[in-house]
């Protein structure tokens, strides 16, 4: 799309027309590529850095990470009431060091908490420290209050400026000697050439805009797997439903009377035909694939990765895969099954991890009815496995064992043995292998989730006070493992369940005391003459 930026004959310098199109854009279903097609401002294509400000705070939201607390606000404020003192006008040169590319800068950093001591060493920020620094003390010592303080404050300026609506991530880019930019938000991307530019060169300008952007490999990756389906959609299609004797069947399970096997059916079904719809672009998507892989080892593995993640931690990358790979994003279905991670309420320390590790075909709501589960009623019986939280460096160590568990429960990596870790006392040698610590459960509700949640009652066995007795309280389902690794832990657990005992006896190479009354009756065995004593 080309826009023009000025609409408003009235107001031939104001932008904000194009700006409330823009914003329509943004919040489409569909991703845009937009050219603003600009006189600038004063001279004819002026100014166009400025343009390109006005469009990126225009599509920012409020960022409640740089608004300050009252109270912090407040300190901030008396210190430079008492700093005016000695230097009229102080307070105003403070906020005049944030302008609109510096908030802009500030509120692209990607991290959920901004580092503003990190902040505060940017070079665009030395004029800013070095003022501070000539100032008194206490300011000194509460530089980064004040730059937070300052950021805050331009925000609220620019508040009528910003966004109702948050369109996501917001990124922009200005490079000033060529005057190439970009901003992008979620579904948008624009870029703003000055009207002293040919028309005929407007697709070349939005190309090198998009070289500048660099975005990731599989960002182009998933591009290009978007614009096959769009292309190949209809005939891909068509190869999905094709079988009907596949189809046919998929239906008979689609069409479930009990509303809880029916959102697990809708779930399969969909993933059925979304596989078909991958299989049938995947030729289209291969080849781009293989030609991206062979430039970018071409430039050099570690710079490319280096290049667009300079900051990752590489032992957070492999729990981050090690988590993907073995859990699913998300808790999928209405009810407990295998593979769900259970976090038991007001629990602290250990025991509050569970790991379902009952067949299935077991925990169906109504699925079984006769039997143990016809008495139990309402509650279903499921194995419940203890998870032993352990350091990442540790379950990373020994990631190949299959031991651990990398699950991401709520934003956060959290790491877990499925069998409780010997100390260096119990296994010195680290030769023992440690059993896994299962308990028989009952879920409640038949293991349903309670509405718009994924919270379930669970009932326990308690002999405490030397009687057995059950107790019932709430937990939430807050992790799942992929089918796969949940069933090879179903399989160690059969198999530590089928263990057979064995009279093995071990020898430490100790030496053994040997009593008076053994040597004075004849029963223990004299060394020969060719064993040592």
Request: charged share 25%; net charge negative; with cysteine.
């Amino acid at each position: 799309m080309i826009l023009d930026y000025h609409l408003d004959r009235d107001q031939p310098e104001d932008g904000g027309n194009a700006v409330s199109i823009l914003r329509r854009l943004a919040d489409n279903d569909h991703f845009n590529l937009v050219i603003v097609y600009t006189k600038g401002y004063g001279l004819a294509g002026g100014q166009i850095s400025r343009v390109v400000n006005e469009i990126a705070i225009g599509l920012s939201s409020f960022d409640t990470r740089l608004a300050q607390h009252e109270r912090a606000s407040a300190q901030v404020r008396e210190l430079l009431e008492g700093w005016e003192d000695s230097n009229q006008g102080v307070a105003d040169r403070i906020l005049s060091f944030i302008d609109d590319n510096l908030y802009l800068k500030i509120k692209s950093i990607k991290d959920s908490k901004i580092d503003w001591v990190e902040v505060g060493e940017w070079p665009e920020l030395e004029a800013f420290k070095e003022f501070v620094r000539n100032g008194p003390p206490e300011a000194v010592d509460k530089f980064c209050g004040i730059l937070k303080f300052s950021v805050s404050c331009k925000q609220e300026s620019l508040k009528c400026k910003l966004a109702q609506k948050d369109f996501g991530k917001l990124d922009w880019d200005f490079e000033g000697v060529t005057g190439v930019n970009w901003i992008r938000t979620d579904r948008l991307f624009v870029t703003v050439v000055s009207k002293s530019e040919d028309p005929a060169t407007l697709p070349s300008k939005l190309l090198s805009s998009l070289v500048r952007w660099n975005p990731e490999p599989h960002r182009l990756l998933m591009s290009k797997m978007r614009a096959e389906l769009d292309e190949r959609g209809v005939l891909a299609e068509g190869t999905v439903l094709d079988n009907q004797y596949l189809q046919a069947g998929w239906l008979q399970e689609y069409l479930t009377e009990d509303v809880y096997e029916r959102q697990w059916k809708v779930h399969s079904t969909i993933s059925r035909h979304w596989e078909g719809l991958g299989d049938s672009i995947r030729l289209g998507v291969t080849g781009f694939a293989d030609r991206l892989a062979e430039y970018l080892i071409a430039e050099g593995r570690a710079e490319v990765v280096k290049q667009w993640y300079p900051r990752l931690s590489e032992q957070d990358v492999k729990s981050y895969l090690n988590s993907y790979v073995s859990s699913k994003v998300g808790v999928e279905g209405a009810y407990l099954t295998t593979g769900h991670v259970i976090r038991l309420d007001k629990c602290t320390g250990d025991g509050c991890f569970w790991l379902c590790l009952s067949p299935a075909c077991d925990l169906v709501p109504g699925q079984k009815s006769s039997g143990w589960p016809k008495r139990l009623g309402d509650h279903t019986p499921f194995i419940a496995v203890e998870l032993f939280p352990v350091k990442e460096s540790d379950a990373l160590k020994n990631a190949f064992a299959g031991n651990h568990l990398f699950l991401k429960v709520e934003s956060k990596i959290l790491c877990f043995s499925f069998t409780p870790p010997l100390s260096i006392k119990e296994d010195p040698l680290g030769e023992k292998i440690s059993n896994p610590k299962w308990e028989q459960m009952f879920a409640g509700d038949q293991g349903r989730f309670s509405p718009g949640t994924q919270n379930i009652t669970i009932t326990r066995a308690d002999g405490g006070n030397g009687e057995l007795a059950f107790k019932k309280q709430s937990a939430q389902v807050v992790s799942h493992l992929r089918y796969e690794y949940a069933l090879n832990l179903l399989n160690r657990l059969g198999s530590n369940l089928s263990r057979v005992g064995l009279d093995f006896i071990g020898y430490s190479g100790a030496v053994i005391p040997i009593s008076q009354t053994e040597l004075s009756s004849g029963v223990v065995n004299q060394p020969s003459a060719n064993q040592p004593e």
